[in-house]
């Protein structure tokens, strides 16, 4: 240290004020492991101190007792430092202490060892003040000792940690707080551990409070080369440091007058800085020659003007910076001046050592929303404990903070409270973390709705909530471009805050869509029928349109599929395999020429068509060629044997495969979506692909044949009617089965494209759920009132097949059965056409793959931003 900054230390004389304090008002003393069933407090008769049971401060730790007499000295008899509490468990244990932030505090640990285990192992461990080390506790050479600090909190709740460094337990004896007066001008800023408090005597009184107000404790000192002195007379207190009054009436001055009076003590480390505080009072009655005059040096470098202390009053002089020097022994000399006739004299003398606290706390809003979380779920892990983000090495379990920096508070980034069994709603704490980027909740059983603060959490990139029992709606604030939010797993969640208000919004987009490929076909068609007298090979090639065969194709020109009776009989081996029994009559297994499998439907004698209607039927079907659809063989009409054959398609109908029935395989979510691109486009194919066009009028699962290679054939739309409007549109024959017809044919008696829409939702329903789509013993006997009812209640897992045990997209799924819904409104003007339905099909596959790709289809639903139509209507 140089003479420089010697030269700039200032020693103040008597301005350091402690306020009176009179009663152990704000004081906190706690017995450590005072069993809190016992009475949980006493009053501890030498000092009078209330000490109370630590049991409310703290949740960790177990309880014991010293066994060993102790050696002498102040306290260590005590009833306070018989019982103490430790820490088997977890690195850092700590205390929780209510102060007012702000205030200075002489806070002070005991630690008394008593073999309190058996072991005899002498503990060594460390002490926390929050985020910082305040000391390390070594007890290979004493079996007591105590740590004393004077710090300022900076928040209204104080952590004194024991924190493992090594193998031996950390406990603690007793823990004592006490304010000190607002303007204690100790070192504002600074954190000082106390090194030696001081006192000059040759009795051997420890002095404490009540004697000292502030409870500091002063420790006796007597010593050959000193000669004590002592007075009886009251010495005046105004300085205002409060110095007890057996130590205003006790001094000590070297006994060789010539000698200076010398404190020395070691230096622990090159940084250590220090404050020191000398008190004295002339307590010799002097003669009117005498003179004490002296100036006080450290390690031979003069820091004082010359002092001579007040008759019977009593004078602190104090460093009001901290002073650091070179070498390892400090030295304070007090040393006579040349005028002076008497030797320096000293009642008592007092040296911190600065405690650099660089790590700031985890911000307060921060810690104190941790807290709250903590005790809204009941949360006890050992290892929250203490400042949650610092030191880095014992941040909490679950969390991720910003770095500290010196001087910037750090703040949770990343909170992780997934699976540890957490009940009750989610903490509106949570919307204290503004710095929060990851929250995860999931795996919990938390209940209640998922809260809208969290939508305004703008720091959020992932919400984890998934596998939870969470209900309602998710506000749609969460629904935000840069939001990761999963909810997988809560069965009792709907995904929107107003599922008709998004279903609308969706429609729109239907129906916008719509009108432009509307448009586009229109055009097509317009472009089509320029070109089509002329040059329908190049029509052929087009393929813009599925492909429509020309008008003049006439029933006779198909004559060369026309079979006679013997024929059918012959291919279908006198009708030996019954494949199914449809609308119109029973199907049967056949074969053409030994080769080509058919169907072969033989329509009952009762059929009401005749033959005018038979040969339009069949001219239709023969001109109708789309990939969905079953194509017609050929057929036979001999008197009342009338009979279509088909391709037969080997994996039998949709109907069979969704209810296993007939050994038939259960079929997976994505191919279930493609099934249904593919039956919507044979829809679609017969509304607008045909001219004229058609209703197949009886949509169903069992109407859905599948092929070799599971693709999907509409069937029995031949028995469908043209319509064109006028005259020929009459229904004579409604096809349509109970549960997928459209309700509106009730009071309409019509039957448009539309009602195929509805059936068609019916079938996607089914394909969704596998629910039976008439159920006269439940509550909902028809299957769009049981999937509103699920829907209602938010619980997507309830309503999909269980058969696909969960292997699906969450997000195409209700993708899907938003669908189906909006297909089977019953307002035909509400539903959408089979072109929309084939765009959101669509979606939904890409919605699946990419879903199944990242997920493999069991992990967690994502919603993004770009899936806010992925709503399901309610009804
Ligand atoms: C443990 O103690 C050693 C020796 O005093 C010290 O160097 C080290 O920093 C301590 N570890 C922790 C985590 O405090
Ligand atoms: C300390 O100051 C605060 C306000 O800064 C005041 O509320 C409190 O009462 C004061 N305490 C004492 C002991 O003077
Ligand atoms: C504390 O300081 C304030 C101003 O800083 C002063 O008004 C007040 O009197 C002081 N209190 C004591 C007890 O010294
Ligand atoms: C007292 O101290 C002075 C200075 O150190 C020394 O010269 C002297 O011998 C000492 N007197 C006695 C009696 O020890
Ligand atoms: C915490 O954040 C850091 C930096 O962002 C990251 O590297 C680390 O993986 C995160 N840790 C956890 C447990 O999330
Ligand atoms: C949360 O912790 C669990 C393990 O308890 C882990 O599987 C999961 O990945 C963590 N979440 C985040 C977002 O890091
Ligand atoms: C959130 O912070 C505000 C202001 O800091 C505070 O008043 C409120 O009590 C805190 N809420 C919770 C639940 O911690
Ligand atoms: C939810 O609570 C039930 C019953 O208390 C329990 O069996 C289940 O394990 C809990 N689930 C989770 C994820 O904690
Ligand atoms: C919750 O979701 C996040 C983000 O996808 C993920 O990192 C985390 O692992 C999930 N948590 C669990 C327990 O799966
Ligand atoms: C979910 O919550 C509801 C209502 O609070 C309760 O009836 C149900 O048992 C809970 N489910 C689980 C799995 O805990």
Not at 46 to 75: C, H, M, V, W
Request: net charge neutral; aromatic share 8%; with cysteine.
């Amino acid at each position: 240290m140089t003479m420089e900054i010697f030269l700039s230390l200032l020693l103040v004389l008597g301005v350091i004020h402690l306020v009176q304090a009179q009663s152990q008002r704000g004081f906190i003393s706690l017995d450590c492991g005072l069993p809190a069933n016992e009475p949980s407090s006493y009053t501890e008769p030498n000092t009078g101190l209330e000490f109370t049971s630590d049991a409310g401060f703290i949740q960790s730790g177990e309880i014991g007792k010293s066994k060993t007499i102790p050696r002498i000295g102040y306290g260590y008899p005590l009833k306070p430092y018989t019982t103490l509490r430790f820490f088997p468990e977890g690195t850092r244990n700590c205390y929780n202490l209510p102060v007012d932030k702000g205030r200075k505090y002489l806070i002070k640990a005991w630690f008394r060892y008593g073999n309190y285990d058996g072991r005899d192992i002498k503990p060594r461990f460390d002490l926390y003040l929050g985020p910082n080390l305040w000391a390390t506790v070594d007890m290979q050479d004493e079996d007591s000792t105590s740590e004393e600090i004077l710090h300022v909190p900076t928040s209204d709740s104080l952590q004194i940690c024991l924190v493992k460094n090594g193998t031996t337990t950390p406990f603690i004896s007793s823990l004592e707080l006490r304010p000190l007066g607002n303007n204690s001008s100790i070192a504002q800023d600074d954190s000082l551990k106390l090194i030696r408090r001081i006192y000059f005597t040759e009795s051997e009184n420890y002095i404490r409070y009540p004697d000292d107000a502030y409870d500091r404790l002063w420790s006796p000192l007597s010593s050959s080369s000193l000669t004590h002195i002592s007075t009886t007379r009251d010495v005046s207190n105004s300085g205002s440091y409060n110095v007890p009054k057996a130590v205003r009436q006790n001094a000590a001055r070297p006994t060789n007058a010539s000698e200076p009076l010398t404190i020395e003590w070691t230096r622990e480390s090159p940084n250590d800085q220090f404050y020191m505080y000398e008190h004295f009072a002339e307590i010799q009655d002097l003669q009117a020659s005498e003179i004490r005059e002296f100036v006080v040096s450290f390690n031979g470098i003069s820091i004082s003007d010359p002092v001579t202390p007040a008759k019977i009053e009593m004078t602190t002089l104090g460093s009001r910076i901290p002073v650091n020097f070179e070498g390892e022994i400090c030295s304070l000399q007090l040393t006579r001046t040349r005028r002076s006739t008497l030797p320096p004299l000293l009642n008592a003398y007092e040296i911190y050592r600065v405690i650099q606290f660089m790590q700031p706390e985890t911000d307060e809003t921060d810690a104190v929303a941790l807290k709250s979380i903590q005790d809204t779920y009941k949360l006890i892990r050992i290892n929250w404990q203490g400042d949650p983000c610092v030191p880095q090495h014992l941040m909490w379990d679950g969390l991720n903070c910003s770095d500290p920096i010196i001087s910037t508070s750090p703040r949770v980034t990343s909170l992780n409270l997934s699976s540890i069994g957490l009940t009750g709603t989610i903490s509106a704490a949570i919307q204290n973390f503004t710095k929060l980027e990851t929250l995860d909740l999931s795996n919990n059983n938390l209940t209640g709705g998922v809260p809208d603060f969290l939508g305004n959490m703008k720091s959020l990139l992932v919400i984890n909530l998934s596998r939870n029992n969470l209900s309602g709606s998710i506000p749609r604030a969460l629904q935000r471009e840069g939001l990761k939010l999963l909810v997988e797993g809560n069965p009792r969640l709907c995904l929107s805050d107003s599922c008709k208000k998004l279903h609308k919004k969706k429609l729109i987009v239907l129906i916008v869509a719509s009108v432009a490929s509307a448009a586009i076909v229109i055009a097509v068609l317009i472009l089509l029928s320029v070109l089509k007298k002329g040059k329908p090979a190049i029509l052929r090639g087009l393929h813009l349109l599925p492909r429509t065969s020309t008008m003049n194709v006439t029933f006779a020109e198909k004559n060369s599929r026309r079979f006679t009776y013997s024929e059918v009989i012959k291919m279908t081996n006198n009708f030996q395999r019954v494949l199914g029994k449809g609308g119109f009559g029973m199907v049967y297994h056949g074969s053409v020429n030994g080769a080509e499998q058919v169907a072969v439907k033989v329509l009952s004698q009762s059929s009401t068509q005749g033959y005018k209607e038979f040969k339009a039927e069949v001219d239709l079907l023969l001109r109708v060629h789309h990939t969905n659809l079953v194509s017609l063989v050929g057929y036979c009409y001999e008197g009342d044997h009338l009979a279509l054959i088909y391709e037969f398609l080997p994996n039998g109908d949709l109907k069979q495969h969704l209810s296993g029935k007939g050994g038939r395989s259960i079929i997976n979510w994505s191919t279930r979506l493609q099934i249904a691109l593919e039956a919507a486009s044979g829809l679609e194919y017969l509304h607008i692909g045909c001219t004229p066009p058609m209703v197949h009028r009886d949509v169903k699962t069992a109407n859905i044949l599948l092929d070799a290679n599971f693709k999907a054939k509409l069937a029995d739309f031949g028995l469908s009617r043209s319509f064109q409007g006028g005259g020929e549109s009459q229904d004579t024959a409604v096809a349509g089965t109970i549960g997928y017809l459209d309700p509106e044919y009730n009071h309409s008696g019509r039957l448009g494209e539309k009602s195929d829409v509805y059936s068609f939702g019916i079938v996607l329903l089914e394909m969704i759920t596998n629910q039976p789509v008439i159920n006269q013993t439940s509550g909902y006997p028809h299957i769009t009132q049981w999937v509103g009812f699920e829907l209602n209640r938010g619980d997507i897992v309830e309503i999909m097949d269980p058969n696909l045990h969960k292997d699906y997209d969450f997000n195409s799924a209700w993708r899907a059965l938003e669908l189906a819904m909006v297909c089977a409104n019953p307002s035909s003007s509400k539903r959408p056409t089979m072109s929309q339905v084939i765009h959101e099909i669509k979606e939904c596959i890409v919605c699946a793959k990419s879903g199944m790709s990242k997920n493999q289809g069991l992990e967690p639903q994502e919603i993004t931003s770009a899936d806010t139509s992925m709503v399901p209507t309610a009804r």
